[in-house]
């Protein structure tokens, strides 16, 4: 009795308080003899109770202790009756005639053993296969030991014979650079031994607070109007910017022979159709249009549109059936980020940069690797190429690793059907193992072995509504709880999406990939059909909707996830994207163009230069059945002119201009 007391008061009582009261103490006796199990065991269905109440500070009051013995004596009655359905289904399943005897075929089955030469197509096996439950087979210990990957495989099928992934350790030209921007500037040299503090300064230009939102609570009439928000806060943007009087702006719906401007969201006439030049509409906000949609009719052009687009047309609608466009307007862009002079310098010293020393020494420059998940590939949980990738972190001696997800994915096959195992660990029983356990294991104790190796590297974590062990489900999403993933104090957690400051440089940072679907959303109006641009012009258009836009995600509604690329699993669909609206604008970009936007994406990896503001598209440390890319910057320091300095005002950070971005294979 003794023992069990001195337990439960190790792990219940919350310090200062280092003894449970006598009631709350005798309750929690009561459950573990109740149910014959351990206060170990009882500390474990404590804190799923409380995870399923929602709430990391359920209080341990006599209250709430007896909700919980409550609900335990609730699942233990629910699983009996349970266990009780399946044995009494069981029985009346073993005297039923299969229904096979119908057509003439093998009642039983017992024809399939004494009959070799003939192919049984009705018996016992079809019928196993046809009512058992699908599994993927369990592995042996024996086959666990046997490589650091094969361990944690999946077992090959028949119909992907032919088709296998080819083991990490196979691929072809690791450290291959596939693109470079800016190749005139040298790759950083690595120092003989690691800086002894850290070079850089990470400040959060988000409010991460504003994250911690209910997912899965939105409201309509909430989303309704930060949707219809948005549309009157574009219509003050471009009023300014162009000069435009409150009377040149009117209502594109009503019928008019004046010509007017009119700001709306670009939707199409059916909720499940895809957008296209007949079936593009202009939806007006209730201040101006009272929420109504009018066909649109764009002669001129060319132009690109997309659902969700916010754009200001010139125009009449004279018949009162359609608004005939005769010009767009443009959108005007946020202005570049800037700093103070004495800042810039701050960050040069810094780096140990002098103000008359040039800023080409390749020693003086930032060193940056920038990764995206899927970490692993589908067939192990191995998470060699993040191990590869710690590897050239610490031979490089970087300043800084950007980690986007997913981490551990929902569209893994391993982990959607939960069949797996983990690495040995004394600390972790197998059989209560968590997903969090899993991460401590497969993610956190490669990036602990960095953290080691350089005290003074900086580690970024951004997560993905792809990610497992994330109970914050919705984008925007909150950022991972780091305390319970026994991750370095070097990593920093992150929300999706996030702006931050690496010394001066502004950072923009979204893990979900609208690069993707914007690609199979958009339509371009006034070109004839086949000279739309392609390829790299691709590349470098899609990113602009974003900076003109002013939002992380601007498409909108999503693309349906049925229409994503397939995944691995056994169901196929993607994840998509879980967009609360409620909160659509915390994805906003509020104050300056970022000097860089990282969006990973399923499109081909790229560095470009976009208005100014310098994109990179790292693309997969791990494909599917292959090895991925990550993008290697080196940054040079700010060095001001002496024009600059008479001025005395703030001064842009031209990163486009002192960057070297590498996409290299892993």
């Known amino acids: 009795m003794a023992t069990m007391i001195t337990e439960l008061n190790e792990l219940f009582a919350i310090p200062p308080v280092i003894e449970l009261p006598q009631d709350i103490s005798g309750e929690l006796q009561s459950i573990c003899r109740l149910h014959s199990i351990s206060p170990k065991e009882l500390s474990y269905k404590w804190e799923s109770y409380s995870m399923k109440m929602g709430t990391e500070q359920t209080q341990l009051d006599l209250s709430t202790v007896r909700a919980f013995k409550k609900d335990l004596q609730e699942i233990v009655e629910r699983d009996a009756r349970s266990k009780s359905h399946m044995r009494s289904v069981d029985r009346r399943g073993a005297y039923a005639t299969p229904r096979n005897a119908a057509k003439g075929g093998d009642v039983f089955g017992m024809l399939e053993s004494i009959t070799p030469i003939q192919k049984s197509t009705g018996g016992s096996n079809k019928r196993k296969a046809a009512f058992d439950t699908p599994t993927v087979p369990k592995l042996s210990k024996a086959n666990a030991m046997s490589s650091p990957s094969d361990g944690r495989s999946l077992p090959a099928r028949a119909d992907q014979i032919g088709n296998q992934s080819v083991p990490f350790v196979e691929r072809q030209n690791p450290g291959q650079i596939i693109e470079t921007l800016n190749g005139h500037l040298n790759v950083h040299e690595a120092p003989i031994a690691p800086h002894s503090e850290s070079r850089v300064k990470l400040t959060a230009n988000t409010d991460l607070k504003k994250f911690r939102y209910r997912p899965m609570a939105m409201h309509l009439s909430e989303a309704s109007e930060v949707l219809d ?109 800037a700093s103070q002079q004495s800042t810039i310098d701050t960050f040069n010293e810094r780096l140990g940069v002098a103000e008359d020393e040039e800023n080409t020494v390749p020693s003086k420059a930032l060193n940056i690797l920038v990764a995206s998940g899927p970490y692993t590939s589908d067939t192990d949980l191995a998470f060699e190429p993040l191990q590869a990738l710690c590897q050239k972190a610490e031979d490089t001696c970087a300043d800084m690793v950007i980690l986007i997800g997913p981490f551990l994915d929902t569209e893994h096959p391993l982990l959607a059907s939960g069949d797996f195992e983990l690495p040995d660990d004394p600390n972790i029983e197998p059989d209560r193992a968590t997903l969090l356990d899993a991460f401590r294991l497969l993610i956190a104790k490669p990036l602990q072995t960095l953290a080691k190796a350089i005290p003074s590297i900086t580690i970024v974590c951004v997560p993905s509504t792809r990610d497992v062990m994330n109970k914050h489900v919705s984008w925007p999403q909150d950022n991972l709880p780091g305390k319970k993933l026994g991750l370095p104090k070097q990593a920093k957690m992150v929300s999706n999406p996030v702006t931050i400051s690496i010394n001066e440089i502004v950072v923009a940072i979204s893990a979900q990939d609208v690069l993707y679907e914007l690609r199979s959303e958009e339509v371009t109006v006034g070109e004839s059909k086949g000279s739309i641009a392609k390829g790299s012009q691709l590349l470098s258009r899609l990113p602009r909707h974003l900076i003109q836009q002013r939002h992380f995600f601007p498409l909108y509604p999503p693309v349906d996830r049925t229409l994503l690329p397939k995944t691995g699993t056994e169901e196929g669909i993607a994840t998509g994207v879980s967009m609360d609206v409620s909160y659509w604008k915390l994805g906003e970009w509020l104050e300056a163009r970022p000097d860089m936007l990282i969006q990973p994406s399923a499109l081909p990896q790229f560095a470009k230069v976009v208005e100014n503001v310098l994109v990179v598209n790292p693309g997969p440390l791990s494909k599917r059945k292959g090895a991925g890319t990550f993008a290697q910057m080196t940054i040079y320091p700010r060095k001001l002119t002496a024009q600059e300095r008479s001025q005395g005002a703030l001064v842009g950070h031209k990163l486009f201009e002192r960057a070297r971005v590498d996409v290299v294979r892993i």
């Open 229 to 337: 928000d948005r549309v009157d806060e574009f219509q003050s943007l471009v009023q300014a910017h162009h000069g435009l009087d409150d009377s040149e702006f009117g209502n594109a719906a009503a019928q008019g022979t004046s010509e007017i401007v009119a700001v709306g969201r670009i939707a199409s006439d059916s909720s499940g159709g895809k957008l296209n030049a007949a079936s593009m509409v202009l939806e007006l906000s209730r201040r101006t249009g009272a929420g109504l949609r009018v066909p649109l009719k764009v002669e001129s052009g060319p132009y690109e549109f997309f659902p969700g687009q916010i754009v200001a047309a010139r125009g009449i609608n004279a018949s009162g059936e359609y608004f005939s466009v005769s010009e767009m307007l443009d959108i005007p862009l946020l202005s570049l980020a």
